[in-house]
């Protein structure tokens, strides 16, 4: 009975449907199917409530990663794929620079895509988590806050972290 | 560039090891804010698969250390070395370190009623009420306390059970494991006991009292363990792990558990050995599941690990070859200390300590680098950013 519907859905859809993703950083368009783009929570949302026109606008992402996200989407719709060809085809995904790191993340947290924010959320963690606190907060173009003196108290209360750190 | 939001950072830092989130509280305020959320202190701890156990170096109780400092010790360059700065320091004397969880380590102290829980990473101390069963009998009494946490209601509990021998007259020579011989003492130890006489079997009486933390007292509970317990328990999804010792009474496991939601005792199927004699059994934390060695071969060391809990299946995940060129003479002088990065194994021969790769085999460790002469303990701990301040303010 559960499966009724789904049929019928099946059945009153037989060819694919597509949509268009453009990004408004570089008006590069990309043709994807639709079964494919709705990984994506905020496209299906724009889709189930008829946002959606023929063209979806995506802006702040540039074409370049617009491009990696897709590949995610493809590769995960792909109902073949074993679980660990998922892993190899992930992990070329996010071998990137940690700039096209930080971009993609907040793409996939735009755009709602779990498993794509939680291995590029892995992928910037395993790049920092060796690196000096100083190094890190140049990636980020985080604000240093703290009066050196204020600085040095946070600093003092694990001293014991900071061992062979300048 | 775009500032990340919030989230964001929190989801990176939340896949980050422990020791350099401490160094990244320095980045900016905002980040340390996040670190420091008792929020992120469960996040951190459900999220990080891959943090490694921490080694913490603890003195042994002694007379002369009147301090307790636990150290870092990590490998740098295929050799364990203990940090040079220590992590924290406590003015505590004569302290038994008793069992962890979620990053917390439960202490005893001075005599066998006074407890303190801490967390060695945050400097966090908690001092917990007095215990009220009395250990202070001129019987043998047999003290032990553990440390859990019951999910379901967030609360974390310490468990203290007190064995009672009554009515010992008979001599009590005393074994101490990891040595060859047994010794007459008429002192109460928390080591292996064995009576001369058969009768006493029967004058085994338990207590049980269980702490609530964030409460100010211990209850005592009627149940009491199926058979007398002693040493350090291991916790694993929601319950204490006790080893049984064989000389004490007759049994029909080797494991004992107690539940800390509902606070009841029972046994655990233990893993299909030869043996049941179990001195030549230790259970380790196998990173949140039970683990239990067996030393009991003269040709290998096997751990099993209950991987599937609800139907407490065993698997042997690891047989470690300890016939030379590493090998050994005597088995009870070997200690297995617990994972060690990539799935490797930390262990103790007599005083030296050698790691086990599956794939390499044992290997050597050279001395830990300490300048120091006093003996001290090495444990193997999954560090936590809990903040104990923050465990009570929540009951």
């Known amino acids: ?166 | 560039m775009v500032d990340l939001p919030t989230d964001i950072i929190s989801q990176i830092l939340s896949r980050i090891p422990m020791k350099s989130l401490f160094r990244f509280r320095c980045v900016a305020k905002l980040w340390c804010c996040i670190i420091d959320h008792p929020f992120f202190a469960y996040m951190h701890l459900s999220q990080c698969n891959e943090e490694h156990n921490m080694l913490l170096l603890i003195p042994y109780p002694t007379y002369r250390q009147k301090k307790l400092s636990f150290r870092l010790v990590e490998e740098r360059g295929r050799n364990m070395k203990a940090n040079k700065n220590s992590i924290t320091e406590f003015d505590l004397n004569h302290c038994v370190l008793l069992s962890s969880c979620n990053g917390l380590v439960c202490i005893q102290y001075e005599n066998k009623q006074s407890y303190v829980l801490l967390n060695p990473l945050r400097t966090d101390f908690l001092e917990l009420p007095k215990a009220t069963i009395k250990a202070d009998y001129p019987e043998p009494v047999i003290v032990t306390c553990g440390f859990g946490f019951d999910a379901s209601t967030s609360a974390y509990k310490v468990v203290r059970v007190v064995c009672r021998i009554e009515n010992l007259t008979s001599r009590v020579i005393v074994h101490r494991v990891g040595t060859s011989s047994w010794r007459e003492d008429l002192t109460p130890t928390i080591e292996v006991h064995r009576v001369d006489t058969s009768s006493w079997r029967e004058n085994l009486t338990s207590r049980v009292e269980v702490h609530r933390v964030g409460t100010s007292s211990w209850r005592e509970i009627g149940e009491v363990p199926p058979h007398p317990v002693e040493g350090k328990p291991v916790f694993a999804h929601g319950f204490l792990h006790w080893l049984v010792n064989p000389f004490r009474r007759e049994s029909e496991g080797m494991i004992v558990s107690f539940h800390i939601g509902t606070e009841k005792f029972q046994w655990t199927p233990h893993p299909k050995v030869d043996a049941t004699y179990t001195v030549l059994f230790q259970l380790v934390d196998m990173k949140g599941n039970l683990g239990m060695v067996d030393l009991s071969s003269k040709t290998n060391i096997d751990i099993w690990v209950q991987k599937d809990y609800k139907n407490k299946e065993w698997v042997r995940q690891y047989r470690i070859d300890i016939r030379a060129p590493c090998g050994r003479s005597n088995i009870e002088h070997i200690q297995v200390i617990g994972l060690w990065e990539n799935g490797e194994i930390l262990l103790k021969f007599n005083d030296g300590f050698f790691i086990y790769s599956p794939k390499t085999g044992l290997r050597y460790n050279n001395g830990l680098g300490l300048e120091s002469d006093s003996p001290t303990g090495l444990h193997s701990h999954r560090g936590s950013l809990i903040s104990i301040p923050k465990v009570t303010a929540a009951c």
């Not at chain 1, 570089?26 to 929570?41: G, I």
């Not at chain 1, 620079?97 to 947290?109: E, M, P, R």
């Not at chain 1, 939680?118 to 806050?145: C, M, W, Y």
């Open chain 1, 1 to 166: 009975m559960a499966s009724a519907p789904e049929n019928e859905k099946n059945a009153s859809a037989p060819e694919k449907k597509t949509l268009t993703l453009k990004s408004m950083i570089n008006n590069e368009e990309f043709v994807v199917d639709e079964h494919v783009a709705l990984q994506s929570v905020t496209i299906k949302n724009m889709v189930d409530s008829d946002c959606a026109g023929d063209v979806i606008p995506v802006p702040t992402i540039s074409g370049e990663i617009l491009a990696l996200v897709i590949e995610y989407c493809k590769n995960h719709a792909n109902p073949s794929a074993s679980e660990d060809d998922l892993k190899k085809a992930d992990a070329g995904i996010v071998a990137k620079d940690i700039y096209t790191l930080i971009d993609l993340v907040l793409a996939a947290n735009f755009l709602d895509i779990k498993g794509l924010l939680e291995v590029t959320s892995q992928k910037i963690a395993d790049s920092i988590k060796d690196l000096p606190h100083q190094d890190v907060r140049e990636i980020f173009g985080v604000e240093n806050d703290y009066t050196p003196e204020e600085e040095a108290a946070v600093r003092a209360e694990h001293d014991w972290a900071f061992e062979g750190f300048p």
